[in-house]
C-alpha cells in the first residue's frame, strides 16, 4: 500500500506510540487482560494510521476542460452564491466532505495557472458549518484556465483536522489531477466557479478525487 508522503512523520510518531503501548503490555507489571486490552489499542492506533493515510493511485481523465474532483468525499453544498472574493461578484460553489476514513491526499481539480495563492491561520468549527469557508484555518488558491475562466479552490481545516500541507505558490503552471498536499483527519475542499459553469453533481454524491468530472467548462 502507497503511503502519502505529507504523513510520514505522523506515521512514525503512531509507530513509535504503539511500539510502546505494546512495549507496556509484555513488560509492566499489570494482568493479563489488561496488557491484551494494550495490545488492542496499538493494533488499531497503527493500522489506522497507515490506513487513513493510504495515497491509492487514480486514473485522471484526459480531458482537458474538465473540473476535476480534488479530494474525496461526499458533497454538502452545491449552490449559487451573491458574492465571492476572488470573482468579485456571484459565483458558483461545491463544497466536498472529508470524512476520517476517506483519502485525505488533495488533487489539483483544473490545469491553468495560478494567479492568487493565500494561507489563512483560523477556527476550527465542524467543516460543514457554513461559516467555515470564511472562518475556518484554510488555503485558498485561483487558477486562470486556458479558456480564459477563472477557478477557486481551497483547504479547510475542521474541528478534527488541524493540519493542512500544499505545495503550490503564486505562478506555478498546474495540471489537472497533480497531488499538492492533504488535510490531516476530517476536512472540507470548496471549489467556486463562475455561474456559467454547472456542477453536474447532487449534493450527498461521493466522489473520487482526480476522478470524478465535476463539471465541463465551455
Not at 512495549?23 to 494494550?38: N, Q, R, V
Not at 487558477?143 to 480564459?148: D, F, L
Not at 467556486?192 to 466522489?207: H, K, L, M, Q
Request: hydrophobic share 45%; glycine share 8%.
Amino acid at each position: 500500500m502507497k503511503l502519502a508522503k505529507d504523513g510520514f512523520s505522523v506515521i512514525v510518531t503512531m509507530l513509535i506510540l504503539s511500539a510502546l503501548l505494546a512495549a507496556a503490555g509484555i513488560f509492566a507489571p499489570i494482568p493479563f487482560w489488561a496488557s491484551y486490552i494494550l495490545y488492542a489499542i496499538a493494533g488499531f492506533f497503527t493500522l489506522f494510521t497507515l490506513y487513513f493515510f493510504r495515497d491509492p493511485e487514480r486514473n485522471i481523465p484526459e480531458v482537458p476542460n474538465s473540473i476535476l474532483c480534488p479530494a474525496d468525499g461526499k458533497v454538502i453544498v452545491n449552490k449559487e452564491i451573491d458574492y465571492h472574493h476572488y470573482f468579485d461578484g456571484p459565483a458558483r460553489q461545491l463544497s466536498i466532505f472529508l470524512s476520517p476514513l476517506d483519502v485525505h491526499v488533495n488533487r489539483v481539480p483544473v490545469s491553468g495557472k495560478i494567479d492568487y495563492a493565500k494561507y489563512f491561520p483560523g477556527k476550527y468549527l465542524v467543516a460543514w458549518h457554513e461559516k467555515a469557508s470564511e472562518l475556518n484555518e484554510r488555503s485558498e488558491f485561483g487558477v486562470i484556465h486556458s479558456s480564459g475562466n477563472h477557478i477557486f479552490f481551497n483547504q479547510i481545516t475542521g474541528y478534527i483536522a488541524r493540519r493542512i500541507t500544499y505545495d503550490l505558490s503564486l505562478g506555478d503552471e498546474i495540471k489537472a489531477g497533480y497531488k499538492f498536499g492533504m488535510m490531516k483527519f476530517g476536512s472540507r475542499m470548496d471549489i467556486i466557479v463562475p455561474r456559467s459553469i454547472t456542477f453536474d453533481i447532487a449534493e450527498g454524491t461521493t466522489v473520487v478525487g482526480g476522478e470524478t468530472i465535476l463539471a465541463e467548462i465551455q
